[in-house]
């Protein structure tokens, strides 16, 4: 294997030993390479992995976080619980109308926007329709059809009737991720995003990109089903040195939920979501996952659901592992009533959804008030073209099976400002583009390097000219802003 990554000209260590995602202790942030794999290696479910037993430390660290603020968690776990069950009954009754979409020829519309903006802003998901021509999209399937068909060594998951493939460097991919109106996109989506210090190096007036897989699913698939789940690493939410580092959630812990900006950008910066060297983390900063649809589909043909409770999902898994029902018995009435429910005498490790190394996932039994069986909402119809955003902290699921008539299809396309952290692993992504190998965050081995048909530079230049480059790591910044002055001259060093 090692020679083998070699060969493929990726620099493997060879004197160092690294925690992996089997380990309990947190790695020190350093670049390991991936182990070989595909999707379900990020997915504790959907792997031979068992969830985690926690060490001791996790118990802990949870005390640690809630010491001193224990009436104030309390109580505000008790306006969660109150305030849950009202927009749980609007989001049952709107379906996928509650999540906005917009034309992509009136992203500069402000009295589009306006509204668009503040359905956004609460529900953390958005569809933007035609971003690109549904024959253009079209196209670019047929392209990635015949690559794979060039290439039938292609691995994906399931691995006997691929429906993601391990393909990070096809010419659909690299077309898309290039496409000024795509990059346009993420711009507009990334606006929406503030931060509280000024001197934050971030603009979001410069997306980079993340070069993520491709699904291509059959009807009749019921392999890749992805249950609820939240991208960006799991357990660091709760750690000290993952998302802690920048107190991205210190107001929840602290029971002030209501004052936690899932919008604040400037705390993300020094959060690190990857302390196991997982497969499912994104060691990028990304504002939002996204796809570009490559098919016409709806609800139950093989598509997303998100949750639109967005920042009240996000305070209630985050506080769940802090609480405890007194009456345990799902079955009785009053199970999920706010007075069966107390802060625990003595924390437990758990941390209800969350293995190491893996994502962060979701279940009824686990998040009982978040109601998913009817709070999971699938996106609209989309057609060939369309873009669909949820925020970096959205729960997010696919249809358990493919009950549609066509192939349900997306290029993975999130959305990343330019900052240090996305320069630096714009580098280690520009090598992996080069020689033909999955990008840093996700499972090693030959990828396509041996491909027919690869795409090089010349084709991200001729897709999307210097923007496209430069969103590669491949040119450098400039910036008329003055407050993105300093953060492009920092970028323009790091990719040379
Ligand atoms: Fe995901």
């Known amino acids: 294997?090692?020679?083998?990554?070699?060969?493929?000209?990726?620099?493997?260590?060879?004197?160092?030993?690294?925690?992996?995602?089997?380990?309990?202790?947190?790695?020190?942030?350093?670049?390991?390479?991936?182990?070989?794999?595909?999707?379900?290696?990020?997915?504790?479910?959907?792997?031979?992995?068992?969830?985690?037993?926690?060490?001791?430390?996790?118990?802990?660290?949870?005390?640690?976080?809630?010491?001193?603020?224990?009436?104030?968690?309390?109580?505000?776990?008790?306006?969660?619980?109150?305030?849950?069950?009202?927009?749980?009954?609007?989001?049952?009754?709107?379906?996928?109308?509650?999540?906005?979409?917009?034309?992509?020829?009136?992203?500069?519309?402000?009295?589009?926007?306006?509204?668009?903006?503040?359905?956004?802003?609460?529900?953390?998901?958005?569809?933007?329709?035609?971003?690109?021509?549904?024959?253009?999209?079209?196209?670019?399937?047929?392209?990635?059809?015949?690559?794979?068909?060039?290439?039938?060594?292609?691995?994906?998951?399931?691995?006997?009737?691929?429906?993601?493939?391990?393909?990070?460097?096809?010419?659909?991919?690299?077309?898309?991720?290039?496409?000024?109106?795509?990059?346009?996109?993420?711009?507009?989506?990334?606006?929406?995003?503030?931060?509280?210090?000024?001197?934050?190096?971030?603009?979001?007036?410069?997306?980079?990109?993340?070069?993520?897989?491709?699904?291509?699913?059959?009807?009749?698939?019921?392999?890749?089903?992805?249950?609820?789940?939240?991208?960006?690493?799991?357990?660091?939410?709760?750690?000290?040195?993952?998302?802690?580092?920048?107190?991205?959630?210190?107001?929840?812990?602290?029971?002030?939920?209501?004052?936690?900006?899932?919008w604040e950008a400037s705390c993300r910066l020094k959060v690190e979501s990857d302390l196991y060297n997982g497969a499912g983390a994104c060691s990028m900063f990304r504002m939002f996952q996204g796809w570009l649809s490559m098919s016409a589909t709806g609800p139950g043909e093989g598509t997303l659901l998100v949750n639109p409770l967005f920042k009240l999902a996000t305070v209630y898994y985050l506080l769940r592992p802090f609480f405890e029902p007194k009456n345990a018995d799902r079955e009785k009435n009053g199970y999920l009533d706010e007075g069966n429910w107390e802060l625990a005498e003595e924390q437990s490790s758990v941390l209800q959804g969350a293995t190491m190394g893996c994502t962060q996932e979701l279940s009824d039994v686990l998040h009982p008030h978040l109601q998913l069986f009817k709070t999971m909402i699938h996106v609209p119809d989309v057609r060939p073209g369309d873009y669909v955003a949820w925020h970096c902290e959205s729960i997010h699921a696919v249809d358990k099976m493919h009950a549609g008539k066509g192939d349900s299809s997306v290029m993975y396309i999130p959305a990343c400002p330019l900052t240090e952290v996305n320069a630096r692993y714009l580098v280690r992504q520009r090598e992996a583009f080069t020689n033909g190998t999955p990008g840093p965050d996700f499972p090693g081995g030959k990828g396509e390097c041996e491909h027919v048909g690869r795409m090089r530079k010349g084709d991200i230049e001729a897709a999307g000219g210097e923007d496209g480059l430069r969103a590669m790591g491949l040119g450098n910044w400039s910036s008329q802003l003055e407050s993105e002055k300093k953060i492009v001259r920092v970028a323009n060093s790091i990719v040379g």
């Open 1 to 262: 294997m090692l020679s083998n990554l070699r060969r493929c000209g990726v620099k493997v260590p060879l004197t160092r030993t690294f925690a992996t995602a089997t380990s309990t202790q947190p790695r020190s942030p350093y670049y390991a390479p991936k182990k070989e794999g595909d999707i379900s290696s990020a997915f504790a479910s959907l792997s031979s992995s068992e969830p985690t037993s926690f060490p001791a430390r996790f118990a802990t660290l949870k005390s640690s976080l809630i010491r001193g603020h224990e009436a104030a968690l309390r109580s505000s776990w008790s306006r969660l619980l109150t305030t849950l069950p009202s927009e749980i009954n609007l989001i049952t009754a709107s379906g996928s109308s509650i999540i906005p979409t917009l034309e992509f020829s009136e992203i500069k519309n402000h009295s589009r926007l306006l509204p668009f903006s503040r359905c956004l802003h609460k529900r953390g998901v958005a569809v933007i329709r035609n971003v690109v021509s549904e024959h253009e999209a079209l196209g670019w399937k047929e392209e990635i059809k015949e690559y794979i068909a060039q290439n039938p060594q292609t691995k994906g998951f399931p691995p006997d009737r691929p429906a993601v493939y391990e393909l990070y460097w096809s010419p659909g991919q690299i077309k898309a991720r290039a496409h000024p109106n795509v990059l346009e996109t993420q711009r507009m989506l990334m606006g929406f995003w503030g931060k509280k210090d000024r001197d934050t190096l971030i603009s979001t007036e410069i997306p980079v990109s993340y070069a993520d897989r491709l699904r291509i699913r059959q009807p009749g698939d019921s392999a890749f089903a992805l249950g609820p789940h939240v991208d960006g690493g799991s357990v660091e939410r709760w750690e000290r040195e993952g998302y802690g580092k920048g107190g991205v959630y210190d107001a929840v812990f602290k029971g002030r939920w209501e004052d936690f900006d899932p």
